[in-house]
């Protein structure tokens, strides 16, 4: 009797154990089966950008763009002056990893002239952003900062044309088509700018680029002008602020070339992070 309670034992314990094992693989089989062809449950993260790092700011500009912008160079004749000058000087930041830049600044008989660079590499903290989304995003409210005139239709393009930034000329004297300038000053300070020349969205530099110009209307001192070109390329923005002042009163820089060189400039740049 004994001997047939213990085969019993036996026969009930192995049937509840081939029960739980089929039990066991039935629900895993639903688990990992329940939605076929679909993404688990975790989202996937969003693509990083294609920048993990940013170029040295102070060393991104060379020697020859240098001496295009800032023309004063040609007058240094002090070897120490001068290598501090080419040098340039690094921006106040707190975190390299995200955001550099260097600032130059040169004086010379005729102008004082600034130029800065600075590059900011996006990183988009949300799993269902990427960093390309989150920097599209930040252009867009830098673009919508400086505030650019509606553009129109023009022979060479699309240009902005508005009040709100004037190459050409000062507020005081846009109304008036005889207002007189400088001879050095070149015709695009005259009261009827070329509209090409207005702040505007430029389509043939990184993913998305605009430029802004803007002249300074500070009584009877020099008037200082500054172009500024900011652009895209995935994940990281690039902005250029290039300024001069004239030594003289009346003396208006010339938009033109300012905006030419500051546009150079930045393709230079663009080329040079591949975008």
Not at 19 to 33: E, L
Not at 131 to 142: G, I, M, N, P
Not at 204 to 228: H, M, N
Request: with cysteine; charged share 25%; net charge negative.
């Amino acid at each position: 009797m004994q001997r047939r309670a213990y085969v019993s034992g036996v026969a009930a314990l192995l049937a509840a154990l081939l029960a739980g094992c089929t039990g066991s693989s039935g629900d895993g089989a639903q688990s990992d089966n329940s939605n076929p062809g679909e993404p688990g449950t975790a989202s996937q993260a969003a693509q990083p950008g294609k920048y993990a790092t940013l170029p040295e700011p102070c060393g991104a500009v060379g020697d020859k763009a240098l001496e295009e912008l800032l023309p004063g160079l040609a007058e240094l004749t002090d070897e120490g002056r001068r290598r501090k000058a080419y040098a340039g000087e690094a921006t106040l930041t707190y975190d390299t990893d995200r955001k550099v830049g260097c600032r130059w600044k040169v004086e010379s008989a005729d102008a004082t002239d600034h130029l800065m660079v600075d590059f900011e590499r996006i990183v988009s903290y949300d799993n269902s952003v990427s960093d390309d989304s989150q920097a599209e995003t930040l252009f867009a409210a830098k673009r919508e900062a400086a505030q650019l005139p509606e553009p129109t239709a023009t022979g060479s393009g699309t240009a902005g044309t508005g009040s709100s930034s004037d190459p050409g000329s000062s507020p005081s004297s846009s109304s008036s088509p005889s207002s007189s300038s400088s001879p050095s000053s070149s015709a695009s300070s005259s009261s009827a700018p070329d509209a090409a020349l207005q702040p505007r969205v430029l389509d043939d530099l990184g993913e998305e680029a605009f430029l802004d110009d803007q002249l300074s209307s500070s009584g009877s001192t020099a008037k200082e002008r500054t172009v500024t070109v900011a652009f895209r390329t995935s994940n990281v923005i690039v902005t250029i602020q290039y300024a001069e002042q004239p030594a003289a009163v009346g003396v208006v820089p010339d938009s033109e070339e300012m905006q030419d060189r500051a546009r150079e400039l930045a393709s230079r740049l663009a080329d040079s992070l591949g975008g």
